[in-house]
C-alpha cells in the first residue's frame, strides 16, 4: 500500500537549536518527494521538491536528503526561530499519478524562546 | 505574487444543506485540485481537474461532491447534502502545467456540520 510515515510525530526545540524530521514512504514507482510547510489554519507551502537522483536539497535554512533505496527522507532545519513553529509534512508523488499528492500524518514542530 | 484564493474563511452549515466552496485559482495554472484535511489528521486528496473535466477522484469524492470552473477563473466545490464527517479544512490547489509538479494550496476554507 502506498503510505507515508513521518516521526517524530510533535517536536519541542528550544529556538536556536537544530533539529531533524524523518519521514519514510512506500509509494512505487517514486517520482519525487517534497517537504511542506503547513501553519496552523492555513495552507500547506512548498519547502523543497526532490526527484529521484537528488540526494539533498537546501532552502535557506531547511536541507532535506533523500535515499531512494532506503526509502527514506529527513528535513533539517538549522538555527530554528519562533516563526518554524508549524506542521512539517512530507509528500511523495508516484511517477505515473502525478496528479494525486500522497500526505504524511506531518511533524508538529513547536519552537520556544 | 500571485496566489490561491479561497472564499469563505469559515462555513458553517446543518447537516442535510448543500454547500459551495470557492477557489479562485493562479490565472494561467491549468490543473485544479480540492483536497480535505479532518481536523488533527492527514491531508487527503479529493480530485483533480484538467481541461474542465475531472482527471481523477479518490474513494472520498462521492456523489455527493460535484467541482465545477462556470466561468473560466472560478473553481468550485459543491457539497450537495453534508454530513457531520464533511466537517473539515478543503483545501484548493493549482498548477501551472510545468514539470515541477508543484502544487499551489489555499489558505482552505474550514467547513463545520453541525
Known amino acids: 500500500k502506498n503510505q507515508v510515515e513521518q516521526s517524530p510525530q510533535s517536536l519541542i526545540i528550544l529556538e536556536g537549536k537544530n533539529c531533524t524530521l524523518q519521514?519514510?514512504?512506500?509509494?512505487?514507482?517514486?517520482?519525487?518527494l517534497r517537504w511542506y510547510k503547513q501553519d496552523t489554519g492555513r495552507g500547506p507551502v512548498s519547502l523543497t521538491i526532490?526527484?529521484?537522483?537528488?540526494n539533498t536539497k537546501s532552502n535557506g535554512r531547511y536541507t532535506a536528503t533523500l535515499d531512494a533505496d532506503t526509502k527514506q527522507s529527513s528535513l533539517h532545519i538549522t538555527a530554528s526561530q519562533l516563526s518554524d513553529s508549524a506542521s512539517y509534512i512530507c509528500?511523495?508523488?508516484?511517477?505515473?499519478?502525478?496528479?494525486?499528492?500522497?500526505f504524511g500524518t506531518g511533524t508538529r514542530l513547536q519552537v520556544f524562546p | 505574487e500571485p496566489e490561491v484564493t479561497q472564499t469563505p474563511s469559515h462555513q458553517v452549515t446543518q447537516m442535510g444543506q448543500e454547500v459551495i466552496l470557492r477557489c479562485v485559482p493562479i490565472?494561467?495554472?491549468?490543473?485544479f485540485y480540492w483536497y480535505r484535511q479532518i481536523l488533527g489528521q492527514k491531508v487527503e486528496f479529493l480530485v483533480s481537474?484538467?481541461?474542465?473535466?475531472?482527471?481523477?477522484k479518490s474513494e472520498i469524492f462521492d456523489d455527493q461532491f460535484s467541482v465545477e470552473r462556470p466561468d473560466g477563473s472560478n473553481f468550485t466545490l459543491k457539497i450537495r447534502s453534508t454530513k457531520l464527517e464533511d466537517s473539515a479544512m478543503y483545501f484548493c490547489?493549482?498548477?501551472?502545467?510545468?514539470?515541477?509538479?508543484?502544487?499551489?494550496f489555499g489558505p482552505g476554507t474550514r467547513l463545520t456540520v453541525t
Open positions: 490565472s494561467n495554472h491549468l490543473y
Open positions: 490547489a493549482s498548477y501551472p502545467g510545468t514539470a515541477s509538479y508543484e502544487q499551489y
Open positions: 526532490m526527484t529521484f537522483s537528488e
Open positions: 509528500v511523495v508523488i508516484r511517477s505515473y499519478n502525478t496528479d494525486k499528492l500522497i
Open positions: 519521514c519514510n514512504y512506500t509509494v512505487s514507482p517514486f517520482s519525487n
Open positions: 481537474f484538467y481541461n474542465n473535466e475531472i482527471s481523477e
